[in-house]
C-alpha cells in the first residue's frame, strides 16, 4: 500500500484491501489480526509517501513461540531434576539416622523397662518422621518423573491424575472443587511427561473459565472410563463456556495482540493435539456458552 503522511491511502494492491482497516495499527508499529492471521508492516519512505509492506507472520511467530514454550519447559524439568537430587541426599541421612535411633531405643527398652511407655512415644515418633521421609521421597520421585522424558511410553493414570491435581492446585484454588472418578487406571500408550502436559494444559483451561470467589459452587472433575480398545479421559468443568464461533477453530492456534500492539499466541490446545493424535489418540471438545465445557481424550491401552 503506498501512504501519505497523514495516513491515507493512496494506493493499495487488490490483494491486499481486506487488511485496509489494519494500517493505523501497522502505521504505528503494531502488529495487527485479521481472521486469526497476524500481520506486520514494513515502511518505507519516498519522498512525501510511505509504502507499508504487509507482511503475513502468523507462522513464524507460532514456530517462535512454540520454541520458547520447548525451551521453558527443557529448564523446568532440568531445575525440577536438579532440585529433587538435592532433596534426596538430606532425606538419606535423616532416614539412615531414624534407623539408628530406632535400633538404639529397641535395645534401650529392653534394658529400662521402666521407661517403657517414654520409649515407645519415642519410637512412634521415628515412625513418623520416616512416613513423612517416604512421603516426600514420593513427591521428588513425581517431579523426576514428570520433568524428564523416559524411553517408556507408557503412564499409569491414576499416578499421572493425582500429579496433575498437585500441579493444579493452585490454579484451582478459589475457583472450584476437584472430583476425581477413574474406572481405569491405566497404563495408557503415552508417557508420563506427556500425558501429564496434556492433562495440566486441559485442567488450567477448565480453571481459567471458572471465575475466582466461586469454589464452593463450581467443579471441575476427571475420569477415565474404559471406550472399546481405548481409554476415556474426561475433563469437565462447569465454567463460562466457549462461544459456538470459536469451536470450529479450537484448535487451531489462538492469536491476538496485547495493548502494546506486540502478539500474543496461545499453542496450548494445538500442541495437546499433536501429542494425543500422534501416538494414535483422539481429542475432542464439546461446549455451550455459560454451560461449560467437556474435553475428551482417548488413548490407546499399552
Known sequence: ?????????????????????????????????HANRLFAGVIT???????????????YCIAMRRAELAQRRSELGTYASAVAHQINNPLAIINVHAELMKEDLTSLRSRYREEGKRFGDLSDSLEELEAAVVAVTKITADMRAFSTPTALASADLRRSIDWVAKAT???????????????????????????GHVLVELVRNAAAAIEPGSAERNEVSIVTRAAGTRVAIEIRDTGCGIAEERLATIFEPDISVDDAGAPRIGVGLVECKEIVEAVGGEITLESEADQGTVVRVELPRR
Do not use: C, W
Open 1 to 33: 500500500m503506498v501512504v501519505d503522511r497523514d495516513g491515507a491511502i493512496q494506493y493499495a494492491n487488490p490483494a491486499a484491501e481486506p487488511l485496509r482497516a489494519l494500517v493505523p495499527q501497522l502505521l504505528a508499529g503494531r502488529h495487527a489480526v
Open 45 to 59: 519512505a519516498h519522498e512525501d509517501q510511505r509504502v507499508l509492506a504487509i507482511r503475513d507472520v502468523t507462522s
Open 169 to 195: 492446585s493452585p490454579d484451582l484454588r478459589d475457583r472450584a472443587r476437584v472430583i476425581s472418578k477413574l474406572d481405569v487406571e491405566g497404563p495408557v500408550v503415552l508417557d508420563e511427561l506427556r500425558l
